[in-house]
Each structure stands twice: as C-alpha cells, then as structure tokens.
C-alpha cells in the first residue's frame, strides 16, 4: 500500500506567446500539450484583469498558471516596503485569485546585495504581506557563490521556495514542493537539453518526497524540451527531434538559420547549441558533431555535412 501521495508534476514554459499555431489560439492550443504555464508579461507591465479573466477561461479546469511578481518591486526597489511595493504585490494576488493560481514567483537581480542591514530591510517587507493560500517562490540570482544563511532562514520562515535551475543547482533548503526555471548551460538562453540531461533532471525531482513539482522551460526550445519531458513521464521514452538520423539529422538541423558563410567557431557557437538525432535512441548536441572539423570557413551545409564523413 501506497504510504504517501505520489508527486504532482507540473511542466511548462515560460509563457506561451511563441506557441503560435496558424489561425489557432495560442494559449487555447498550448493548454492542450501542457498543463502550466508561467505567466511573465507581469513582470514588465501591469495587465489588465479583464484580460486575465480571459486567460483563465480559455483553459482546461486542471490548468495551473504561476504569476511573476512585476520587477519595480525586485529590481528597482529591491524587495523593500512601500506604498507601490505593496500596490504591486496586492494587484498580483487579484491576479493569481482570477488565474486560480498558487504561485507568486520572484526573481531578483544578481546585482543585489545581501548586507545584514538589505536582509531586514526585506523582512519587513515580507513580514507586512499578506499571501494568504498563494506560495511565494523566489529564485534569488546570484554572483556570489553563497547565500547568506541569514536570508536562507529567512525564506525558510516564510515558506518560500527556492527556485533554481536544476541543470544546475538543487534547492539550498528542504520544502514540500520545488520549483525549477531551467535555462540550461548556454549562453542568452540558447540551449536545448538532451535526453540525457532531461532525465537528470527528472532524476533530481525524485530525491526527496515533494508533493509538487514545477518545471518551467525558457530557453529558445523551451516548447520541445517542454513537450520531450512530458513525453518521457507519460511514455518512460524520449521522442525524436528529427525524422532522420547521424548526417541526414545533422543536416537538418543545420539547414534551418545557418547563414553562410561560415566559420567553424561561429558554426559551433550558433548551432552547436542544438539538438540532434545520433540514433533513434540518442539525442546529442550539434556541437559534439562539428568539433572535430578543421579550422576554416564553410559555405554551405553539404559542405558541411562532407567533411563529417571525413573526420
């Protein structure tokens, strides 16, 4: 017999304004792939309620939505009490009530400093809100290695989940749920996870006993490393990302933005990024592909593609 409830997981992206489908409603179709999605227009700008009503009744019953805390409360007054901090954070819990959403997420900026005086400068700010049901989520970026322990207790106070990128870190911190924006290893979130790294991330979601897992893409392939994970938890197998397989995948891949000519540093740090097909099994990089090809400008994929068959 089961002794506790088994995880729910939740897998999306970091909006869904590039899930265009030709004469569709892009929130309508991506809510039937995906069953979260974070809202980030709220970060940049004030959205209308009305609008958000509209969100809500476009998608299933089941659907979650996170919301992102508007940034003139994280970067520009940096977490600390006033009469606007306070607007903001009221007006995102109208949001989250109309979205039915549990999750208020904070991001603040990796220029912050945490001095003791900048820690109870934010306690008080936390200390005067009033979240009431909705879970506050805070990924705290970061140039130093370490956070202060002082601000580690105090988001263990509050019950705030840390978020972090589990292709790179895992939370500092135990809680009943985690919360993973993933970005990946690449640079301006030019990055697409392999099958490998997927399930590495899976692998991490399994070490403690959460009772909610949320898992939010925001690199450039976010949708199909989004739709690849939800694949695997459904299917226990990873779908291709190809129709092809070695060169002919290689090809394919190179064939969709390369522009020529080309240099191989360029051609590794513009498309080595990608994702390709070595086998029906395996998924690699682009770029485990290109890294032994000599040292030249290449101007065309067949190029390309025929000094990989001789190396």
Known sequence: MCLFKLAEYLIGTGGWAYFNIPGRDSLEEYSRIYNFVEVNASFYRTIP???????????????????RLNKIVSHKYEMEANEITFKLFEYTKKMCRVLK??????????TLEYSDHKVRKIADFLSSLNPGSIRLAWEVRRRQKQLPSALIDLMKEHNI???IDLSKDMP????DQIY?????????????FT??????IYDKTQKRKYEKVILTFHGVRMYKDAARLNMYLK???????????????LEAVLSEDTDFPISKEDLIRNQGWKVM??????RIHVSEMLIDLPKRVYKSVDEIISFCCNY
């Open 49 to 67: 309620l009305r609008l958000v009503e509209s969100w809500r009744k476009r998608v299933p019953p089941n659907f979650e939505f996170s919301v």
């Open 235 to 249: 299917e226990k197998r990873f779908p291709s990302v190809t129709k092809h397989q070695g060169l002919r995948s």
């Open 161 to 163: 989940i840390h978020i």
């Open 277 to 282: 097909d070595l086998t029906k099994q395996k």
């Open 195 to 200: 099958d490998e790294e997927l399930l590495n």
């Open 101 to 110: 959403s549990e999750t208020i997420v904070i991001e603040t900026p990796d």
């Open 180 to 192: 993973s924006r993933l970005f990946g290893k690449g640079e301006h979130n030019m990055y697409q």
């Open 172 to 175: 500092l911190y135990e809680s």
